[in-house]
Structures are given as C-alpha cells and as structure tokens.
C-alpha cells in the first residue's frame, strides 16, 4: 500500500497515553482517506448521543492518500472530523497549505484524539515522538501568535501548526481551526471540540519519505495538471478569485444581502471582485505543491484600518459585506483579519452578525441589550465591534450569538427565529436560495447542515442548465451524483478550485489514485465509494437524531419572504410543496425510504451491511 | 524528487520559504564564485566544477561536521537526514535541465546563461516603460 502512511495515532487527552495501530487496505479502499476515513472513524470511535464537547466525543485529523505527495492541491490538504457542536450530526472541514503534508510524513493517515487535557496543552507530533505539553501559556492568544510562539518554542522554523484561537477556547459553535495564517478548517465548530478538550493546537513535523506506487506514471499525470491548471479550468482563482462571484450573483438576483432580506445589493460594485482587484489585492500565492495560487492577499492602503492584512475570498467577502448591508472593503478586510485572529467560521460569523442586525432593526433586540452597539445594517464599525464580542463571548449578546444563530434565536426568544438563516444548525453560505432552488434542495440535505461544497447544487442554477425558480423532479439525481463526486474530492482531499481540471472526471480521479496508492480503483470503485461516504455521514446524523425527513428543512425566511427586488425574481420564494416534492425526489434518487432513511439493501450494496439494523431501527420509530 | 525517487522536501535540494504572505521566495546554492563552503571544508570533500560553478560533495570524505553549512551565507547547504552528509543543488547535473525549473508549475524558475539573461531584462524592462506610458496616457 503505497502513500499511505498505513497508521494510525491515537491520542488520549486525559489520560496522556499515546498509541498507534495500523489502517488496513479495505479501510483505504474503502473510504479513501480524508472526510470518508475521517467519518468512518467518527462512527466507530463514538458511542450515540454523546455531546459533541464530551470528552469521549473523538476529533480526527485525516490526511489523504495523495497527502505528501507533489500532487497539486490534493499533496497539500487534511481533514478534521468529529460530531458538530453545531448541527449535533457529522462535523467536517477540510484545509491545504503546508501541515496536512508534514501530518502525513510524520507517518500518520489520522489522528484520533479523544479525552479532555487537564490544563490548556498542544500536541506536538515529531515523526514517531508524540508528546502533550502545556499551553497555558497562550491562553487567549490569537491564532497566527501561537503558531509562531510555538515554533519558537520547539526551534523550528518549518514546524507547521495548526491552532484555535480565542473563540475555540471559549467554545463559541462555529470556532474554525486554522493552519498556515489563514488556511481554516472552517465550518462545523471543530474549533470549539478543540476548545473543549483544552487543546490549543496540533504542532507536527514530518520528515519520512512519502512513496507512490508508480512514479513515473505519476510524475506524468501531474505534469498533465499542472498543465490544464495552467489553462481555463482555474483562470477564475488565478485571476479574480472567488470574489468575482459578486457581480455574477447580483445580476441574477442571487446574492443574498441584508441577511436575506433583499436578493440585490446597491453597493455590489464597491464590494466586487473586481474592486477588491484593483484597490486592495497585493498578491496572490499558493499553498505547498500547488500550480494554481489562489491566496489574494489584500492590504488595506488608507483609512482607520489601514495596514490590515488578510486572504479574502468570496464566501466571507459577502457574508461580511453585502449580508450586513456593508459596502465598505477596508473594513471588510479588518473583519476578516480579526475573525482570522479569533479562529471563527468566516460564514457563519456573518451570517451571524447579519441575524443580529436583522434582530435589531425588527426590535427583537435593543440597544441596551447590544451594550449600545448601533446595530443597523450597513454599520462598519458596529461589525468590527460584535465581532470583537462575539470572539471573547463579551455581554449577553456576544455570549448569545457564540452560540450560533440557531442557539441564539432560542436564547433571544420572540421572533428571532424568523432570521435566523440555517439548515440543521450551521449558517447558510452565500447564495439565496430563493432565487437559486436546485441549490436550496441540495443545501437541505448536506449531511453537514448548509452548505454550498457537500453537493454543488448552486452549480446548474447558476449557469442556467435548469429553470432556477423552480424545484422539478430531476434535482434530485443531480444532486445525489455530485455529491459522490464531492465526496471523493473531500477524501482524496484535492482542492475543489481544482475540480474542473479532472477534464475525465471519475476517470482521471481512479487513475490519479491508483498510480499514487498501488491500488486497483476503477472508476464504478470509485463512484461507489463516494456514495458509500454519503451513507456513512447520513447514517451518523440519523444515529444522533439528525439524519431524517423532519431534519432536512430550509430557513424560515427563504420560505416566507418573496423577493422584493424588481427583476426576474421578484415574487420568488420556495414553497413548501414544491421543496417536499424535491425531498421525495432526492431520496427516490438516492435509494432512501421516503423518510429519508437508507434502506437495508442500499446499504448492504455499500458494504455497510453493519449499520442496517440502525437504519432499521430509525424507520421502526417512524422516523 | 529527481535524486532520491520519492516526496520529501526535506531532501530537497531547493526550499521554499514564507516569511509572510508577502514575503515567499526559493532558496538554493548560488553557485558562487570562491564559495565559502567549499574554503570552509576541513575534509576537502567539496569541489567546485571550474567552467559551471557546481559543487560536488564527495560522500565518502564528508563526516557531517556542518562547516559549510555555517559557512553558507545563503542556507543553500543541507545535512541529508538519513546519510548524514552534506548535499546541495547540482543543477540536475546528469539532466538535460535542472527538474526544479521543468516542474515549476507557475514557471517562476528559469535557467538561462548570462547572455540569454541580460536579453530577458531588456525586454522585460522595455515592457514596463511602454506599460507605465500606456497607464499615464489613460
């Protein structure tokens, strides 16, 4: 078994014991490495029901087989998985940059950690060395202070860290972990699972050789990328980014803004890609064996926050501009940088703060109750200010929306769940999905709670391949064969900027993994475990109460708001009827009862013949 | 990857390294003349080829004392991790070009003789001077 590792470490916070054990080749064949092994481990290293800050819930950090390797994207990434703090179902988040490779040649495929330190500690892994040791003595540092303290302390320069900030620490919900400055296991909360074991980071250095199984064919097929990367498939990244995203979605009434109030933003061309472009952006650069640099760093070069650094892309670039109403870049660039200092989902916080604001404007909230804050819409300095509190869980409200919108709606109480916009608990990411219905079906169903990267259900809608205003029969399998697809990515860990330049899809991604592994993949292998990995994650989330029907729901306001901007979408909104008919599509697609509910036969095709009688079970109870 | 067949940039013979986001570059021998780390060598186990400027490290004479590590002002000497002597760039000496400037994917790297470089920078420098015209006309 070629890069592969074949091990795995298992760490047990509490106790401090340290052991390692070996990972078969069905395992890795099985489920890949990255999210899929991650999940599989989550399953059988967890009991049901247990709280996602309870010591025996397991965090896993995976790599996948390409890890190590000179593969672009795909050499660079890692995973962390464990049970969302969030959603209460499968937590997953993967990074790139420069610790998944060094996790992987310090010889490890994962790493279980399990247990609760008894004072603040990072785990320090030198190849085979795996030591806890104390980190009381960054408590409350940010994250890039602690990587760099912490390099200092071990003496080395290429150590690579991965760490939480301030809001992991004080467990707020959706605490990202994040590695080389800016590169973030951002969804899902890892970050506070983190926190709640008392781990402040992972530090790893890894000096063991990573072997492919057929060099030649391998050095070959990756030339052939880094060609391709060269060409149009990633001319997006390279250039504009992400952020040019804005001006794509404005024009189509799909850019959410004023926390889904409005469908259109009057400010997009002051927040657009192509502003940020040429205002702010003062380079690009790319992670460790990539040929596709995609990092654009902007310095803010005037004004209050002047000299504020940070990686914007287009998901926390809407989030904190147009979902809050701001139209301001600098300060746009100053949130993310603090959000980056505090190690928090850069979704989520400003899904979170636009929840607020939209709270404030209706009167749910006062201005008492914001400490004085101005929250309106369109307040710069009042979104630096809740973030600040937010990140040190400063007064009610600060403490309240750590919590996440869901949580804080029900701490808020009224009419706060009206605007609080996410699915099974994790805040929705920068579509509306009103506008946009295949991605509002596919959304519902992530196995992750809302999420644009489970499925890519946004993908047709907003290249016009389907009617957008409408929820048909047919989504369903659009849906369903994506989301194979993503799993595997997300497994293999490749880059999804990358993904258009597997020009053979399945087939270039079985090759890819064969020449690498050594491992016979064919292409039906390969589709197969992708679905295998669907399963698995839904058959978590149904073990944890998460995973049926009743769980697969959309945010109150994409229901009962149409679209008040004039335009095509005026008038739209998704109803009730038609997203059912969709639910019952994507199941029928996926071979699941109409409860949403793998059936036995589906699962024992999968060869997860083990987790039928869960499945069984869950039906029984009449979902 | 070329001399040892496998994925570890602990045995790399060029590094790459990040200061800040803003601040990256690659760092390998400068194939230098009078080169401190061959002067520095106690064991005469480094040699400079007279017309490329390559260093070559006699494996057998080398003991790992690290002088020329020291001696190196641009941390392009490396101590091999499992033989425990000394290595360093030698331009892919038995490839028809060096593999880190072929692998390149951003084609950032280039190896080109003194003539070829000089007629680069003219042409590069050329090209900003009719670009910052161009930008002041519009």
Redesign the interface.
Known sequence: MFSYAGKILRVDLTTGKVSTEPLTEDMAKSYIGGIGLGIRLLMDNSTPGTDPFDPSNPIIFATGPLS???G?TA?NGYAVVSKSPATGGVGEAKAHGFFG?DLK?AGYDAVIITGKAPKLSYLWIDDDKVEIKDAEWLKGETVYHTDVKIKDELGDFYIRVSAIGEAGEKLCRFAAIIND??RAIGRTGMGAVMGSKNLKAVAVRG??????AN?DGF?EFI?MI?ER??GPATKKYKTLGTPENVLVLNSLSALATRNWTNATFEGAEKVSGEWLNEHYV??I??C?T????C?H?A?VPEGPYQGS?S?LEFECLWSMGPLCGVDRLDAVIEAMRIVNEYGMDGISIGVVVAFAMDCYEHGVITKEQTDGIDLRFGNAEALIAIIHKIGKREGWLGNALAEGVAKAAEIIGGDAYKYACHIKGLELPGYDLRTLKTAALGFSVSFRGACHLRNGAYSPDVKGKVNRFKIEPGRGKMITDESKMYNVIDSLIVCKFSRGTYYDGWKDLANYYTLATGIPMTVEDMAKAGDRIENLARMFNIREGKGTRKNDTLPWKIENCPVPDEGPAKGVVVNEEEFQVGLSDYYSSRGWSASGIPTAAKLQELGLGDLAPLAEQAEQRGA | ?EH????????SRIR?L?LS??N?LAVTCRHCEEPACVAACPREALSQDPNTGVITVDENACNGCAWCISACQFGAMMMH?EKKVVFTCDACKDEKEPQCVK????EALTYVSAQELAQKSRISAVKNLFQEAKEKKS
């Open positions: 190590g390797t000179m672009p050499g490779p040649r400055e800016f000096t063991h050789d990573v072997d492919v060099l050095k030339k880094h990367m060269k003062k380079k650069v790319g460790a990539c040929g596709m640099r990092d760093i310095v650094t990686r | 990857m040892e067949k496998t994925f570890n940039p602990t045995k790459a990040r986001p803003l990256n991790p692998w390149c994917p951003e």
